[in-house]
């Protein structure tokens, strides 16, 4: 670690001041250098980003607002343990999870991968991201909206009513806003968003439903405009956890695209930058 402290202290004085005519010898060992820096920085980044924490962009408007589109999450990976979901491509290893503690609590934002479908197997690559509503083994049921785990009801205060524009859909919702409190939940109060012609879809009222041993109930926090546990996506399998989201490490506006690098900087939200996710 002193040694690329060290090659980076040099860099930074070549490239603000300047260097000293070197002669071939020195090149030679300077490039040597050079390289070995670029490896061990290099193996240090992906051990980073492999064993503690991942960074993916949100692609839809389901978490809206506590994500938008473009906002990147900061993913503590190993919160739940360790899956074959937690390595890159998901190589066929094993399966379960390993060092799963059974800690994940109502009302946290995970990553998971996509359950596996075979009506839909292109969705079986998918990462996704949502909330935590109910635990294995709990009674869930929605009623208008209103969230009902273990015969305790969800607290709604009405916030207020916003136009959003989804950009991948290019379609405006008018959304009324509310602070929810999840039930029988620790996590603080976060703002869900309904759409008022939606209310009395199927999606906002089902009947009591048992979480089975091993799955999770998720729901993403735009409750009209997400594919969760409601409707499609069923109950998450733990070994389908990646992680839990803590906060955002950068954000782009204006549906900038993943591989659209030259629009990143000019369309940072700024006010996004490392916010907490509750």
């Known amino acids: 670690m002193e040694k690329l402290l060290e090659q980076c202290k040099r860099w930074c004085c070549e490239l603000f001041c300047g260097s000293e005519e070197l002669s071939p010898e020195e090149k030679k060992a300077?490039?040597?250098s050079d390289l070995k820096f670029c490896a061990y920085f290099t193996v240090i980044f992906v051990s980073f980003r492999f064993f503690v924490y991942d960074w993916y962009i949100v692609p839809s408007c389901s978490m809206v607002p506590t994500l938008l589109v473009g906002d990147m999450p900061f993913v503590e990976k190993f919160a739940y343990g360790f899956s074959k979901y937690n390595i890159w491509f998901s190589p066929n290893l094993f399966s379960g999870r390993l060092f799963f503690r059974n800690n994940v609590k109502r009302g946290e934002i995970i990553v998971f991968k996509h359950p596996q479908?075979?009506?839909h197997p292109e969705n079986n690559d998918l990462n996704l991201i949502k909330r935590v509503i109910a635990l294995p083994g709990d009674k869930v049921s929605v009623n208008n909206?209103?969230?009902r785990v273990n015969g305790v009801d969800a607290q709604l205060k009405y916030k207020e009513e916003v136009n959003y524009y989804d950009y991948p859909t290019?379609?405006?919702?008018i959304?009324?806003?509310?602070?929810?409190?999840?039930?029988?939940?620790?996590?603080p109060v976060h703002i869900v968003g309904y759409i008022d012609e939606m209310k009395y879809s199927d999606a906002n009222n089902f009947s009591e439903v048992t979480v089975p041993e091993g799955h999770y109930f998720v729901m993403g926090d735009n409750r009209d405009c997400s594919k969760d546990s409601r409707c499609g996506l069923g109950f998450i399998p733990e070994e389908n956890l990646m992680g839990r989201a803590i906060f955002t490490v950068y954000s782009i506006d204006n549906g900038v695209k993943l591989w659209e690098f030259w629009r990143w900087f000019q369309n940072i939200r700024y006010n996004r930058i490392c916010q907490p996710l509750k």
């Open 145 to 147: 909206g209103v969230i």
């Open 30 to 32: 300077k490039f040597r």
């Open 175 to 187: 959304i009324k806003r509310y602070e929810e409190k999840l039930p029988l939940s620790d996590a």
């Open 117 to 119: 479908s075979e009506s």
């Open 170 to 173: 290019g379609v405006t919702y």
